[in-house]
């Protein structure tokens, strides 16, 4: 992209902050055991009357790097942190997982921020999950310190898109953190590929090891589930369950899964939830 487009962008997505224009949806992840919801994960959406739908893996590395990612993780906690007030309220008490840039972590005080936010709304920090992503210019291990006081205060740390890219087994044992999202690529491979599916048991064994939950990430088939099932994943995350939705289909969306459950992983393959395997997006696609 050239700097003028860079720039462009960036304005927009200043523009957007100010006026109230993105939005959270929210992807379910149940568990692999019993199919019931255990956390979900915000995911920011920005739809620009110029630009049309800007994609979050775009626009939120050109936010670190032009100054606006802080705005955008306090935007987005207090985004989730009234969601979850909200659907208290509506009797659904689930745990709501953030992605949040490491560069966030840099601040100091920021996980006393955290912990205030949480405290001036009611909201226990332990419905709070932090994922983050390990990246070249952002080494997790140089935020220990600023990962170990989250931990102290009952907020959760999830380590995403694992096993691709930076991220190492040594950051596993090295870290406080509680959750380890196996990265959809080795999801994807899971049913055709050997080293895949060694990867994710020896990982899950670790992560359990350890006492961290695995959570296996991008499941989008029937085979998927059940093979990461197998493999000791505990918690799983994909099209297949639910794309992220908008907070107000999560309750219904909860109803409809707890009857698809059990036909997910019988035996037999039947046809209840099937029609979402052959098109993904589905019905509850937003
Ligand atoms: P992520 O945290 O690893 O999120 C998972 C991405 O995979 C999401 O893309 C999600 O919509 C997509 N996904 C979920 N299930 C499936 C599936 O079954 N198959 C496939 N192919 N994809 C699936 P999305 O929403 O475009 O987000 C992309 C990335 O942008 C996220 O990756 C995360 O790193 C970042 N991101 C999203 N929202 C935020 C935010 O509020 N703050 C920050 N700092 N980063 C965010
Ligand atoms: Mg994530
Ligand atoms: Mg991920």
């Known amino acids: 992209m050239s700097p ?3 720039l462009l962008l960036m304005h927009g997505l200043q523009q957007a902050l100010e006026d109230q224009k993105l939005r959270m949806v929210y992807q379910p992840k149940v568990s692999l055991r019993d199919g019931s919801l255990t956390q979900v994960e915000a ?3 920005w ?3 110029e630009l049309g739908a800007v994609n979050p893996a775009e626009f939120v590395p050109l936010a670190e790097e032009h100054g606006l990612i802080d705005e955008l993780t306090l935007w987005g906690l207090r985004t989730i942190l009234r969601q979850w007030l909200d659907w208290r309220d509506e009797g659904l008490d689930t745990c709501i997982a953030f992605n949040i840039s ?3 972590l840099q601040h100091l005080d920021f996980p006393d ?3 205030r936010m949480c405290r001036g709304l009611d909201v226990p920090t332990d419905r709070l999950v932090l994922e983050l992503t390990e990246s070249a210019t952002q080494p997790l291990v140089k935020l220990m310190d600023a990962l170990t006081r989250f931990r102290i205060k009952g907020i959760g740390l999830a380590i995403d898109d694992f096993g691709t890219g930076y991220s190492s087994l040594m950051q596993l044992r090295q870290l406080p953190f509680t959750e380890v999202k ?3 690529a080795f999801v994807a491979d899971v049913p055709r590929s ?3 599916r060694l990867i994710i048991q020896a990982v899950t064994e670790l992560a359990h090891g350890l006492g961290l939950t695995a959570t296996a990430e991008g499941i989008e088939t029937i085979d998927q589930l059940r093979a990461v099932r197998e493999l000791g994943c505990d918690f799983g995350q994909g099209y297949l369950m639910s794309a992220p939705i908008e907070p107000t289909a999560l309750k219904p969306w909860v ?3 707890r009857r698809a459950w059990p036909a997910m992983i019988a035996e037999e393959k039947l046809a209840l939830w099937g029609d979402v395997e052959a098109d993904p997006l589905g019905e509850w696609q937003i």
Do not use: N, T
């Open 113 to 115: 921020h955290v912990e």
């Open 194 to 196: 050997r080293d895949s």
């Open 255 to 257: 109803q409809k899964f």
């Open 4 to 6: 003028q487009a860079e």
């Open 47 to 49: 739809s620009d009357p």
């Open 102 to 104: 490491a560069l966030s």
């Open 182 to 184: 196996i990265d959809q």
């Open 43 to 45: 995911l920011v959406r």
